[in-house]
């Protein structure tokens, strides 16, 4: 592990590599960072306060406890990191693990939408580039910039590409192809607007505070230790180019997610979880709605294979 060192250095050392991309026209691989972070040198404001905002709501939301509150927030957590981010947005969107129909295809894409992670052609796009780069130059997130640096703070610089479809398809030409997922990319907002406007109308501000804020706050902060933690502590049974580790309690907060050692070895295996110890409850899910017929064509690695063995449903 690299020693620590001050937030401010590490933003400042980050900025001048990457503001060395500012205005270079190339989307090569090569200059990928250029896609995430033009304007790198300044703050993104936008994100800064939302960030904030979601942070301060979820900080109120423990002053609004009740049990039902809880339990709705827990639902929709469950439903939006396991089915949205780890079943949709990772496993189907940019990888495909899987076969789905296309209605199933669209349902985890709008509940990974309401995790405030970005529309699905940002998200697929950056996760590429993070695999294509991991742990080199042009990785969008890797802690050898600095643990913050890969929990947060590269979204917090630059302008936001949320909403930059056309620049981000480069990277998800497939997802370009659907006019839902471009729609969705543009208004990735709305999902989780019509799900804070819904718990308000049954459950009243306090339903908001928990289902909303605190639910996406914990959930970005679960999805963003996949992002440092798992470069960072934890197992290795891999021997993959990348700094990644297989770390158990983001497994937990991710429902799987965090075997991440496993994954970088092994990216289009629909499991991630390969040992009987290593807990994968989407893949759980996943087998179960093979099973149901509702998905097929899993593709699953084996503990000792290298390459991802075609299993059919
Ligand atoms: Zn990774
Ligand atoms: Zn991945």
Redesign the pocket.
């Known amino acids: 592990m690299r020693p620590s060192r001050g937030i401010t250095e590490l933003l400042h050392r980050k900025l001048r590599q990457i503001g060395s991309l500012v205005d270079v026209e190339d989307t090569s691989m090569a200059n990928t960072a250029s896609l995430i972070h033009t304007n790198a040198n300044k703050p993104n404001t936008v994100t800064i306060v939302a960030f904030s905002i979601f942070h301060i709501g979820a900080i109120a939301a423990l002053f609004n406890f009740s049990w039902i509150n809880l339990w709705v927030s827990l639902g929709i957590y469950w439903l939006t990191i396991s089915w949205g981010i780890g079943m949709g947005y990772h496993r189907l969107l940019t990888h495909r693990g899987y076969k789905c129909p296309m209605w199933f295809e669209r349902l985890v894409a709008i509940l990974g939408a309401a995790c405030l992670e970005g529309g699905p052609i940002f998200w697929v796009a950056t996760h590429r580039v993070?695999?294509q780069k991991?742990d080199q130059p042009g990785d969008p997130h890797s802690p050898r910039d600095g643990a913050w640096w890969a929990h947060l703070i590269w979204m917090c610089v630059g302008d936001a590409k949320h909403s930059d479809t056309k620049g981000l398809s480069k990277y998800a030409p497939d997802l370009a192809r659907d006019p839902f997922m471009v729609w969705l990319n543009n208004w990735h907002w709305l999902p989780l607007a019509t799900i804070g406007v819904v718990l308000w109308f049954f459950g009243g501000f306090s339903m908001v505070l928990w289902g909303v804020f605190l639910r996406v706050t914990l959930g970005l902060h679960s999805t963003w230790l996949?992002?440092s933690a798992?470069?960072l502590w934890g197992a290795r049974r891999f021997e993959t180019t990348?700094d990644?580790k297989n770390n158990w309690l983001v497994a937990i907060l991710t429902f799987g997610e965090g075997w991440?050692n496993n994954?970088?070895a092994h990216p289009v295996s629909a499991r991630h979880g390969l040992a009987w110890y290593e807990i994968d409850m989407t893949y759980i899910q996943l087998f179960l709605l093979s099973k149901l017929g509702i998905v097929r064509d899993l593709q699953v690695a084996s503990v000792e294979g290298y390459i991802p063995v075609r299993k059919a449903a």
Do not use: M, R
């Open positions: 993070h695999h991991s996949v992002n798992t470069h990348d990644s991440h994954h970088h």
